[in-house]
């Protein structure tokens, strides 16, 4: 079975520019999340969904970035317009539960790394 | 804020030593514990998890101590391979009310094997 899809794995855009990710999670994880990993740091969420609904966007910069899960399956992480900060690995990972579901492990795409020039 | 954060921030061992990696966190409500492995251009990878009503857990040569007294979080590797040799993060997860999974990533402990 695939793991978590990414695309594209590299990415370089021009500051002003806008860019978008795109994430295909584990079949069957309905539980999907979009973090930011900046060099030598640990990633840091940005977006969580629960199926297709946003459970916890407060760390998403929303005058720039948005996202979206249509269907709750892929999804799509957009910068519009792309600065230099925001030149990192965004990572897409899913989950199999969600709710109340016990804690189980989290599953992590190769990511996408973007370079603002 | 509350945070997960890590003592060391590099590990330097010999091949076949034993490797302990430190984690705090701060956060007691806190009740799902993992540590990730992350390679050089890669996502991070799942090696050993732990929940709150446990001490200890064990795995293949990874070992898992949860001192919930002192909140600290420690990954025990055994006989380290250059394999090992890569960036370890403790993750927390804390229940968000009715809905888990808020995953919340530590900065990270760069783990060097000399062969």
């Known amino acids: 079975e695939a793991g978590v899809v990414q695309s594209p794995r590299y990415k370089i855009i021009e500051k002003k520019q806008p860019v978008a990710f795109w994430c295909n999670p584990i079949?069957?994880?309905?539980?999907l999340y979009w973090y930011r990993q900046n060099l030598g740091q640990g990633p840091e969420l940005l977006i969580r969904?629960?199926?297709?609904?946003?459970?916890?966007d407060s760390q998403l910069p929303k005058d720039r970035f948005s996202a979206e899960r249509l269907k709750g399956v892929d999804s799509t992480l957009k910068i519009q317009p792309a600065e230099l900060g925001d030149s990192a690995v965004y990572l897409c990972a899913s989950i199999l539960g969600g709710g109340d579901t016990m804690n189980t492990e989290a599953f992590f795409g190769q990511g996408t790394r973007l370079t603002v020039v | 804020g509350e945070s997960v954060g890590l003592h060391l921030p590099t590990l330097s061992v010999q091949e076949g030593d034993n490797s302990i990696i430190n984690c705090a966190y701060s956060n007691s409500a806190s009740d799902y514990f993992i540590w990730y492995k992350q390679e050089s251009g890669k996502g991070p990878q799942f090696i050993i998890d732990i929940r709150s009503n446990m001490d200890k857990r064990q795995g293949q040569r990874v070992t898992v101590l949860l001192n919930k007294t002192v909140k600290h979080l420690s990954l025990q590797i055994a006989a380290t391979q250059p394999g090992d040799s890569a960036v370890y993060f403790c993750a927390e997860n804390m229940n968000s009310g009715g809905s888990n999974y808020k995953l919340t990533f530590g900065k990270g402990t760069l783990l060097t094997v000399n062969p």
């Open positions: 079949s069957g994880h309905n539980t």
């Open positions: 969904y629960e199926n297709e609904e946003a459970v916890d």
